[in-house]
């Protein structure tokens, strides 16, 4: 498999429970994105790196959000104690290079259902 | 920061028929434009791109975009739509590394 791959493809999490999404990129690809797309909306950006390092956070909704990627590759978006309204699919992308106008392949996204 | 515009939200056509997926876009710089394609339950996947050059711009499965920098738009044309080509359609504009989307098209292709 060469693409970006993401686990687990559906979450169902309780209200107040922490939960931790997986990305994958493809092998080589230096910088790694995190989008959430809400029902009806397109993805909104959350989160970069660029190998290990988080150049960009500044999309993430609160600091119950918090992602890393520590040896530069496999990285893990983790949301504590959600809420109702962290419902969304969040997408994962990764691309080759740092240039702006690289292109991003996105894996198949995380559905996470708070209840 | 800059934005993008879908000014369709959906579009039903009917299969053979051409098809526009509007797209304007609000910066003051230099931009790179791009189309995702989604289909349900899969992640994006790039249809084209816009970084210079020709205007326009051709991509996959037949689909073209065309490049309008006094319009401040990207508005994606198929000449000829099939049943396969129903999917969401997202326009989005580069910024610094991240991209920024709009609100997206569903393309519904009736037989």
């Known amino acids: 498999g060469a693409g970006v791959s993401q686990s687990p493809r559906y979450k169902v999490a309780k209200r107040g429970q922490d939960v931790a999404l997986r990305c994958d990129p493809i092998?080589?690809?230096?910088?790694l994105f995190w989008y959430q797309q809400a029902l009806g909306q397109g993805p909104e950006f959350l989160t970069y790196?660029?190998?290990?390092?988080?150049?960009?956070k500044s999309g993430l909704p609160s600091d119950r959000f918090f992602a890393e990627r520590p040896e530069g590759s496999v990285s893990t978006l983790k949301i504590q104690r959600t809420q109702q309204e962290d419902s969304a699919v969040y997408l994962c992308?990764?691309?080759?290079?740092?240039?702006?106008?690289?292109?991003?392949?996105f894996g198949p996204g995380t559905r996470l259902l708070v209840l | 920061a800059q934005s993008v515009t879908q000014l369709d939200s959906q579009v039903p056509v009917f299969e053979e028929a051409p098809v526009e997926l509007r797209c304007n876009y609000s910066?003051?710089?230099?931009?790179?434009l791009f189309w995702y394609v989604q289909y349900p339950n899969q992640g994006l996947q790039l249809l084209l791109k816009?970084?210079?050059?020709?205007?326009l711009v051709k991509g996959i499965n037949g689909f073209e975009a065309e490049f309008n920098k006094s319009q401040t738009s990207f508005h994606l044309r198929k000449p000829s739509v099939h049943i396969s080509d129903t999917a969401e359609y997202f326009c989005?504009?580069?910024?610094?590394?991240?991209?920024?989307f709009g609100k997206g098209t569903k393309l519904t292709v009736n037989p």
């Open positions: 092998s080589g690809h230096v910088s």
């Open positions: 989005a504009v580069s910024e610094t590394q991240k991209l920024v």
């Open positions: 790196f660029q190998n290990e390092a988080q150049l960009d």
């Open positions: 910066s003051s710089v230099s931009v790179y």
């Open positions: 992308a990764s691309s080759l290079l740092v240039l702006t106008q690289e292109t991003q392949y």
């Open positions: 816009y970084l210079s050059g020709s205007t």
